[in-house]
């Protein structure tokens, strides 16, 4: 450990592309545009560790209320890790989220500590990567959704979040270098998902639909936005089947898995309507 003084602080707007950038060199291939929309969800939740004048140390601990946070972006660059500067980086995560129900989404090799914090697996998330192409059914009723109202895509999100996250949400369906849709039944929406460029190819996230069919309309919808030698990406929980059979059936292939942890216990979602999560890291 060397002699200059570690001191941890909330980042920068700017800041946070060092936090991107970290996450793409662990493969975790982020989205071009993320870090915007996640400084949308809490402006004071990314936290970065100094040593002297080096940043070295990473985590997200994003309050959305008095009642729910999220740990993400746990990070400690590879030559200072083993010496401590971690887990105090941790511990002010934890702290500024203290008393709150934390969750996050934890690495296989991370799972054990976070247990000692008191996290409890609630079910694993698998992420499977596919090629995007193919044509859009031409029977469903898919729309683009910035031709709705943003409240009724926020009331639609509503249940699939322990909280409401509304300027999280607006900013997220409305990024740069993303296609957001919609999907109509009976005149109401019934499912919206994203495709958004990452490093590599693109991610889809959220996908979530009233049914396994209205879920599929809309991952083909999203998947014919790109190119087919383009890779896609789709972060499903497992404890949902008809989710992992969708991504099965589309011959998309497990490329890493996470574990869903609550400190308390998990919220009541309604996993049974997710065919793909909106983020590892933000939640």
Sequence with gaps: MRNEKYTIRSMTKAEMDLMIDWAATEGWNPGLHDANCYFAAD???????????????????????DAFGFIGFYIVKPEYRGQGYGIQIWNAGLERLKGLN???????????????SGF??????????????????????????????????????????PVSRTLFTETWVNQPECKALGIMLHGKLSGYGVIRKCRNGYKIGPLFADTPDLAEALFLG???????????????????????????????KLSFETARMYTDAPPNLPLDRVFGVTSFEIG
Excluded at 102 to 111: F, T
Excluded at 226 to 235: C, G, K, R, W, Y
């Design 222 to 252: 999203l998947k014919s936005k790109v190119s087919s030698s383009d890779a896609i990406f789709l972060d499903t929980p497992e404890i949902n089947g008809a989710a992992v059979s969708l991504a099965k059936q589309h011959n998309m």
């Design 43 to 65: 402006p004071e939740g990314f936290l970065v560790g100094f040593l002297g004048d080096e940043p070295i140390a990473t985590i997200s601990a994003a309050k959305y209320n």
């Design 120 to 161: 409890n697996l609630a079910y694993r998330n698998i992420r499977y990567e596919g090629l995007g192409g193919g044509n859009p059914p031409s029977s469903a009723d898919i729309i683009a959704l910035s031709t709705i109202p943003f409240d009724a895509i926020a009331a639609y999100d509503l249940p699939f979040f």
């Design 102 to 116: 934390i969750g996050l989404d934890g690495v296989l090799e991370q799972q054990d500590n976070y247990k000692k």
